[in-house]
């Protein structure tokens, strides 16, 4: 079953404005990742957040994660156009060697 | 940019015909993945390879089969595609563990007639 769940599934916003993304997962994680994908193309790592830490920054992305109630939140500051893209998080739940992706989250940043 | 590449990046054939995707990276990584994607959708994980000689299936039951003889290589065969196997596979392989950063080829958009 999904473990990771994006929300909203799409967004539409204007260049500058801020863009959040929120993932929800069921179980217990080592750590969390965000993955862009631009349309027919390979997802890029975007960053990873390990269960004990809380906040993380990466040039114009926040991400957040609150192990108590399973989700992680990714923040993009200043959009641009060209963060146009699906983004997705995945999970690690540890004891194996797979990432399981949720169904990601459309992002459009108008000009 | 990541150092790992697919091939073809799209391929339409007829039902019943064998095909291999290419996957090979230049990065020395000893884990290597192929998800399956459909549009809009999650990526399933199909089959992956912890190192030379080693393969094993994913989540998703898939009638692919692969091979990994040399660390760089990681192939994908369909002895007999089908309508069903229309879909977009995803090579990515990682330095030590799925745990840690994934990099993702660009991807084999397949069609099946």
């Known amino acids: 079953s999904q473990q990771g769940e994006e929300d909203p599934q799409a967004l539409s916003i204007q260049e500058g404005e801020n863009a959040t993304m929120n993932c929800s997962y069921k179980?217990?994680?080592?750590?969390l990742q965000w993955y862009r994908q631009n349309s027919g193309r390979g997802l890029v790592h975007l960053i990873l957040?390990?269960?004990?830490?809380r906040e993380k920054h990466s040039g114009r992305l926040r991400v957040t994660l609150d192990t108590s109630k399973k989700s992680s939140s990714l923040l993009i500051t200043a959009s641009r156009a060209a963060d146009t893209a699906s983004y997705f998080c995945a999970t690690d739940t540890g004891g194996s060697e797979k990432l399981v992706f949720g169904k990601g989250m459309k992002l459009t940043v108008n000009p | 940019e990541a150092d790992i590449y697919q091939t073809p990046r799209y391929l339409v054939i007829g039902t019943g015909k064998k095909i291999t995707l290419e996957c090979s990276q230049t990065m020395g990584h000893d884990k290597m993945y192929w998800y399956q994607q459909d549009p809009g959708m999650e990526l399933h994980l199909i089959h992956y390879s912890y190192g030379v000689n080693s393969t094993e299936k994913g989540d998703l039951s898939s009638e692919s089969t692969v091979s990994r003889i040399r660390t760089e290589h990681f192939p994908l065969t369909l002895e007999s595609a089908r309508p069903s196997h229309t879909s977009q596979y995803l090579c990515?392989?990682?330095?030590?563990?799925?745990?840690?950063?994934?990099?993702f080829g660009s991807g084999t958009q397949l069609s099946v007639l």
């Open positions: 990515a392989s990682s330095f030590r563990t799925a745990n840690e950063k994934l990099f």
């Open positions: 179980t217990s994680i080592n750590n």
């Open positions: 957040i390990r269960s004990n830490e």
